[in-house]
């Protein structure tokens, strides 16, 4: 059945081609592997994000790492990486990445499948990461129970770095935005924000479909403020310390990095 709640150019688009069209989620088996040829191509926050890390010594959790955004590029500064994901496909994904990195970074790497909210582990991290505004995948019991999931593994002194999207409050406000993956394929990102729902909605499918099966993947995010998490960390006994603005993201985007440490 056709998503209703897609951006009424995907919906045209899944329409007319008809049986073809393969609706799936972003991060599922088949839609991890468009999200990571799209995503692999953005290196927006992971400057940022790596200079707050190198400031802070010791071990770092990844928390919906994927297809290793992130990961390989925390890798890379010569820490110990817990990479975990709830998605299959993203954790092959990135495991196939490694096994073509160099064994010293192989070595250092652990992936876990699991849920970012209920992952468990003997191990304190100096470091936890959410990046790609993956916040904005939970609601509000869910980042909740993400909370204490990073108060419980964040060694004295850690730090947690997440991102967050702000966006323009127009109702109904719909885009499409044109993208070439790694793989050298093009792209159309969809995409459309409800204020009143709190949520967004995205699609990704080929520009130039070819003969059989057309993958559309999709997803739904919340739109979570800044100063909604600020908010919210604090009740959870987090304390924001720093918030970074990611540069000229457009203006219909506006991307934050909020750095947080255990205050009680």
Do not use: K, N
Request: charged share 25%; with cysteine.
């Amino acid at each position: 059945m056709l998503r209703t709640d897609l951006p009424r150019q995907a919906r045209e688009l899944v329409t007319e081609l008809g049986e073809r069209a393969v609706v799936c989620d972003m991060y599922d088996l088949t839609g991890s592997a468009v999200y990571h040829d799209v995503a692999g191509t953005d290196t927006h926050e992971v400057r940022e994000l790596i200079t707050l890390v190198r400031r802070v010594p010791g071990p770092v959790l990844d928390l919906a790492a994927g297809s290793g955004r992130l990961t390989l590029p925390l890798l890379a500064l010569g820490r110990q990486v817990t990479a975990v994901d709830l998605s299959e496909g993203m954790l092959a994904l990135l495991a196939a990445r490694l096994e073509e990195s160099p064994a010293r970074l192989r070595e250092r790497c652990t992936l876990v499948r699991a849920d970012m909210r209920t992952f468990t582990s003997p191990r304190r991290f100096a470091v936890i990461v959410l990046g790609t505004s993956s916040i904005s995948l939970l609601d509000a019991d869910g980042r909740a129970a993400l909370y204490g999931t990073v108060r419980e593994h964040l060694a004295p002194g850690g730090r947690f770095v997440l991102s967050t999207v702000e966006l323009d409050a127009v109702d109904g406000h719909e885009v499409e935005v044109p993208f070439v993956g790694v793989s050298g394929t093009s792209y159309r990102f969809f995409e459309r924000w409800d204020p009143g729902a709190g949520r967004r909605v995205v699609a990704i499918c080929p520009a130039e479909p070819l003969d059989g099966p057309v993958t559309v993947a999709t997803s739904t995010v919340a739109v979570v403020p800044a100063d909604r998490l600020e908010a919210e960390l604090a009740q959870a006994g987090l304390a924001v310390l720093s918030r970074h603005a990611l540069g000229d993201a457009g203006a219909r985007h506006r991307d934050i990095l909020l750095e947080a440490e255990v205050s009680r």
